[in-house]
């Protein structure tokens, strides 16, 4: 099993930037691949960005250039640093773990990006 506990996330203005992070409770390389997913009110969960456990990496189009997911081994832990961020970037983000087949979902933070 893989339990995530994701931290950052909060208001901020367009524009600005703000950094998620998901510490995993086991070495983050021996997991298949991690990422983000976001929900929106009233919209189905969306794919964000991925890092796979051999460093392949995935951008949804909407946040490419933008955003960038990062890795530190050491503390098992994921990154999305999010820079220039919009009012559609406003979302419940949660991080994500796919394990042994299994996917294994943090407990999500709120993003807000206000106008």
């Known amino acids: 099993q893989v339990q995530l506990v994701e931290s950052g996330g909060g208001l901020v203005q367009a524009g600005g930037s703000l950094r998620l992070s998901c510490a995993a409770s086991r070495s983050i390389f021996s997991i298949n691949n991690m990422g983000w997913w976001r929900q929106a009110p009233g919209k189905q969960r969306e794919f964000v960005a991925l890092i796979t456990s051999i460093a392949d990496i995935m951008y949804a189009d909407s946040v490419k250039g933008r955003f960038t997911i990062s890795r530190d081994m050491s503390k098992n832990t994921v990154y999305l640093q999010m820079n220039s961020l919009k009012p559609e970037d406003t979302a419940v983000y949660y991080c994500?773990?796919?394990?042994?087949?299994?996917?294994?979902w943090g407990q999500g933070n709120q993003v807000t990006v206000s106008s």
């Open positions: 994500k773990a796919y394990y042994n087949g299994v996917d294994y």
